[in-house]
Structure formats: structure tokens, C-alpha cells
């Protein structure tokens, strides 16, 4: 999902067609643009919006075209251009190499397999094995990633889940005591590898691992390429009282995490994702078990009484997850399975990565009125 130029001369001026796209509604449309860096500017950036066409193309069997322009202005410097930040396999190997190294006694990274092309496909299980109540079962939630290599957004969420638990953060440190946590952050390693976009036939199919313990959560994480905000899909249930239940999480993630949206969240059963993991695993599982899609935007997100975008960043895709992780212990407490006796001023207290900056204070902020009338639809 991106390319590279070099040779290029000082004050060249160029644009880029993209062609083949088959989406009428696009993000395009709204604002968003790809993103670049170079040998001299390191770091990622979006091109200015203005400078970002999305058209129908007779030329291209009407499908879409999305045009860029850009002005190169350093010849010796190496341009590299991404349809969204870039999560490279690499990336993934380094980082959960140095999560080994720091030698933490509630994490475990296991190999489950290889992929077809030999590329490694890891498990991360955070739990503390010290805590075990005779009692009380410890839940298990289950969490993927990546399973279309193109949706890079995913793997900052993914990351941001798994910077929070493993954190010394007190609400880390109560869900490690009465959760099991599984994640496997890239289920198709192999189509990250060769920058392909949804196409996963070499990833050798859906994982399924058999555990000791009973389900309760899984979570399959995703990117989307027409919508704002985070959100999410779950399943249809003909029992009513089931149906109030799956939407307890997604309203509890609401108040944690600005960017999520309540109102973009809905349950089907269409024909259409019948093979998603959600649908999928929900098909599997009793009905105590809990099954989702999480979304996020390729670009960008509104806050609740706001109309302005604000595009996504790589630390606020990372701090989507980080609040994805903290709303357990709100779910465990709502349901009484977790006892909260954490001072006030824990409970109130930041979010920060582990491996990204300080700043991700996360408050529990107002909704719009569609996220509350869509609450009171579900309720009644």
C-alpha cells in the first residue's frame, strides 16, 4: 500500500493516478489524502487536501480514479507515499521482540504457526498466572488484527491494547488479575508483507485455538475506508435480553474514547459478512459469548458536539486502543465480577503508551444526542 520515487528533480511538479477504484462513496471525498515522508522528513504527514481529486474516469471502465499532485523539492532525498500509515510485518517482529526482552512475568508470546510463506503468526497471552481464585473462573477475551493486510489503522489499535496491559497502570493491573487476554495482532502476515490490500488466500485461513477456558470477548479489528470515527458491528440475536447485553460494551467504550462513535455501531446479519470472524465465532459460541467487529477510520474522527474532522494520527489510533482495553474493567464492574476498591483518583487517572507519548490523557466525555437516542432505542 505504498511506493517509492527517487531521482526526481527539485521543484518538479507531478501527479499521481490511482486507478481502479470501484467505491462511489469515499473518504476521498471528505478530506482525506495520502500520507508521505521522505529521506529528509522522516516522519509521516498527510498532503494538503486540496491537492486530492476522486473522480469517475470513462478511461478506466468508469470505475474511480484518486489523483494527487506534488511538488518535489529536494533531488537528492528518497519520497516514500502510503494510502494510511504503514504497519509493516517488521515493524510488528521489532516490537514484540522488545516486549520479550523486557522479560514481563504476565506475558507470553507463543508461536501458533507459520504462514505459507514461512512468516511467523505470534500470540500474545497477558495475564498474571500468580492470580487465580478458586471461586471464580478468569475470562478470557480474544482479540485479532490484520486479517486484510491493507488496514494498517488496525495494528496501531492492536498496539495500543497491548501497550495498555502490559503497562503498570492500576487498571492494567486489575484486569491481569481477572482476565486472560489472547491477541493475535496480525493474522496475515504474509499479505502485509506483500502490501496487498484485502486479498488474504496465502494467510492459510482463519485461526482457531482451543482453550480451557470459556470465551467471553472477541474482538476482530479493522480499518474502514468510508466512514468516520470508531465504531462497531455486531451480531443479530432473536432473544432480547441477549441483544441489551451486546450493547453494554460498545456504550461503555462511547464514554471512555472521544473518537468512538455509539451511533455509527450496528448489529446485523448480513449475507455479505457471513465470513467474518464475528459471525463466524458468534455462530460457535453460547450466549454468554460476545462477538465483534471494531472499526476505525482510514482518516479521521468528530467529537460529540463538534463538526470539524480531526484527522487520525498514529498516537490516536494507539489511544483508541488504550481506552478499547481500559473499558473491560468498567464491563467487569458493571457485571460485578470485578470488585473496584482503586481510589478515586485512580479511577479518574491517564492512559499513557508505553511506547508512544505522555499526552493521552482520556476522560470520560459527553455523547451526541443520536449516540443517546440510539441507546434508547436499543434499550427499549
Not at 529528509?40 to 499532485?69: E, G, I, T
Request: net charge positive.
Amino acid at each position: 500500500m505504498s511506493f517509492q520515487i527517487r531521482g526526481c528533480h527539485s521543484s518538479e511538479r507531478v501527479i499521481f493516478n490511482v486507478v481502479n477504484f470501484s467505491k462511489t462513496k469515499s473518504l476521498y471525498r471528505d478530506g482525506m489524502s495520502p500520507v508521505v515522508k521522505s529521506t529528509s522528513r522522516p516522519k509521516w504527514q498527510r498532503l494538503p487536501a486540496k491537492n486530492v481529486y476522486y473522480y469517475r474516469c470513462p478511461d478506466h471502465r468508469r470505475n474511480y480514479v484518486m489523483s494527487f499532485a506534488f511538488c518535489f523539492d529536494r533531488e537528492d532525498d528518497v519520497y516514500q507515499f502510503a494510502y494510511c500509515y504503514p504497519y509493516t510485518y517488521s515493524r510488528l517482529q521489532h516490537y514484540l521482540a522488545s516486549l520479550e526482552r523486557r522479560n514481563l512475568p504476565y506475558l507470553q508470546r507463543d508461536q501458533l504457526g507459520l504462514s505459507v510463506q514461512q512468516r511467523r503468526l505470534d500470540l500474545l497471552t497477558i495475564t498474571n498466572s500468580d492470580h487465580q481464585s478458586p471461586e471464580r473462573e478468569k475470562k478470557l477475551v480474544f482479540l485479532t488484527a490484520r486479517v486484510h493486510p491493507g488496514e494498517s489503522p488496525a495494528s496501531f489499535v492492536c498496539q495500543g491494547v497491548i501497550d495498555f496491559l502490559v503497562s503498570q497502570h492500576p487498571v492494567a493491573q486489575v484486569l491481569r488479575d481477572h482476565v486472560i487476554f489472547k491477541i493475535v495482532p496480525m493474522l496475515n502476515p504474509d499479505g502485509v508483507y506483500l502490501g496487498n490490500y484485502r486479498y488474504d488466500e496465502v494467510s492459510g485461513g482463519f485461526v482457531v485455538v482451543p482453550w480451557r477456558v470459556s470465551l467471553e470477548f472477541y474482538i476482530d479489528v479493522h480499518a474502514h475506508s468510508t466512514m468516520l470515527n470508531g465504531f462497531m458491528y455486531g451480531n443479530v440475536f432473536e432473544d432480547e435480553e441477549r441483544v441489551q447485553r451486546q450493547a453494554v460494551f460498545p456504550r461503555l467504550l462511547c464514554q471512555n474514547a472521544p473518537d468512538f462513535s455509539f451511533s455509527n455501531t450496528s448489529f446485523n446479519r448480513d449475507v455479505v459478512k457471513a465470513g467474518t470472524g464475528r459471525r463466524f465465532l458468534g455462530g460457535l459460541l453460547d450466549d454468554t459469548s460476545y462477538c465483534y467487529t471494531l472499526e476505525v477510520s482510514f482518516y479521521s474522527y468528530m467529537t460529540a458536539g463538534s463538526t470539524a474532522t480531526v484527522p487520525y494520527t498514529e498516537e490516536t489510533y494507539m489511544k483508541l486502543g488504550r481506552n478499547v482495553a481500559r473499558t473491560f474493567l468498567d464491563y467487569y464492574k458493571q457485571n460485578n465480577f470485578i470488585k473496584d476498591n482503586r481510589p478515586t483518583h485512580i479511577q479518574n487517572s491517564e492512559v499513557t503508551s508505553q511506547t508512544g507519548s505522555s499526552n493521552g490523557k482520556v476522560g470520560v466525555v459527553g455523547r451526541d444526542s443520536s449516540d443517546r437516542e440510539k441507546e434508547k432505542s436499543i434499550r427499549h
